[in-house]
């Protein structure tokens, strides 16, 4: 039996709000790594970790990729090592670069590690101690704090996975208003959803594959399956020269990040979840139009909330009414509420209890405690107390999903056409 060996190389932390990107920075490594003939093997990966993270740039997203573990390692190494410090952002106070080589197989422990990476908060130290232990060749730029997620983007284990195709703009650009036909994606979203996806939200009339920083990244285009991208990249039509592309194997939108509770009281500040529970109050507008209700089951209650940015999806949260029954996905927040990605009806409490109406047509008033009730209009009396169940006219329907728009899901968020 041939063993084949691979080498791992993590890369994260490279980039800054002013500019670069980590996946940029892998692909122009991969061209000059082919150039030497020292090719990767599969697609290259950007694994998102714990949206929490309080020192991510934006998606708290890691690269890592694989080549064959033979004499051109030394060579590629050189590489990697050479571009991460003449290219990362090393005037910004919070890039720290982190690069991470491994040889050998991966381990249950370090799929462990990937997995807290994104449910929970690492330490550089941690993740240093926990890299060296594992057998991994760590360098640190600054504080290093990208081991962290190196380490994570070549260890967590892929049981679901998209693509994410991404086109990089010519340095020139950088920082100016991006030149890609709206109309084209219109027509590239009719033709290759859902096997794209998040293109477009129509809702809010937001082209979802521009991105709104000065980043290298021209467009990207999420997908199921790889090949759907070369379609996707054909019908797209830019007015400016695109400088490279590169397909990666992601774990975008499969909701990863989403931990099954069983209970309320289970739940943790800065934790992801699905969980099961009923309607306390109607749901009601704050300040900053931010949505607001309450959701309790028997080991206690949360608040939740539909933000500002969720736009029209607090619309369809404020058709919620008390003891609907729902299983909410999201996370906890700062302000410990559920801040929630989507929701599913799962019953539906559509009945209200009303005061009988009178053979007048009039509604009736009750007539004292334990007295029934009156008609005020012609007198009539009805001795039962009790109301009368009314059905009541619902806008949302029960086991349908219902979610945030494209322009404010979380990169891990898994969308409905995906479920
Ligand atoms: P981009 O998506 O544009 O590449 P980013 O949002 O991924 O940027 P980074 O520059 O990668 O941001 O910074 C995120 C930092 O958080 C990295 O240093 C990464 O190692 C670290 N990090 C990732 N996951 C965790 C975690 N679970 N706990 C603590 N730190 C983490």
Known sequence: MIIISYFYIGIDDTDSPEGMCTTFLACHIIRQLEKKGI???????????????????????GVSFKINNDDKVPLAKEIVLNEVSKLSMFDCE??????????????????????????????IDEAEKFGKSAGCEIHKFKKGRGIIGSIAAISLPLEDYTYELLTYRNPENYGSKRKINYDSVVEM??????????????????????????????????????PILK???????????????????????????????????????????????TVKDTPHVINGGHMFFTVYDD????????????????KTVS????GDVIKLYGGIGEQNTFNIEKFQMIAMNDVE??????????????????????CKKCGNKF????????????????????ETPVSARRHLSKPVCRL
């Open 383 to 402: 001795k039962s107390s009790d109301k009368i169940p009314v059905k009541v006219q619902r806008f949302l329907e029960n086991g349908k999903f219902y």
């Open 94 to 123: 919070n890039t720290n670069p982190g690069v991470v080589f491994y040889d050998g197989e991966i381990t249950k422990e370090m799929e462990e590690y990937a997995y807290r990476a994104i449910y929970s908060f690492i330490t």
């Open 231 to 277: 379609k996707a990249r054909d019908i797209i039509k830019v007015d400016e020269n695109i400088d490279g592309y590169c397909i990666f194997l992601t774990n975008q939108h499969t909701d990863m990040h989403i931990q099954k509770a069983d209970y309320i009281s289970q739940m943790e500040q800065f934790g992801c979840y699905e969980i099961v529970s």
């Open 189 to 226: 979203d009719e033709k290759t959803y859902p096997d794209t996806f998040e293109n477009i939200d129509y809702s809010e009339n937001y082209i979802a594959i521009e991105p709104k920083t000065p980043c290298p990244v021209l467009y990207g285009v999420r997908s199921n399956n790889a």
């Open 299 to 314: 080991s206690g209650e949360i608040e939740c909330g539909a933000y500002e940015p969720t736009k029209n999806f607090r």
């Open 319 to 322: 058709y919620l009414r008390p």
């Open 353 to 374: 209890y009303k005061n009988p109406v009178c053979k007048c047509g009039k509604r009736m008033t009750s007539a004292g405690k334990n007295k029934g009730f009156k």
């Open 39 to 61: 090719s990767i093997i599969g697609y290259p990966r950007l694994i998102r970790l714990n949206p929490f993270a309080r020192f991510k740039t934006r998606g708290n997203g």
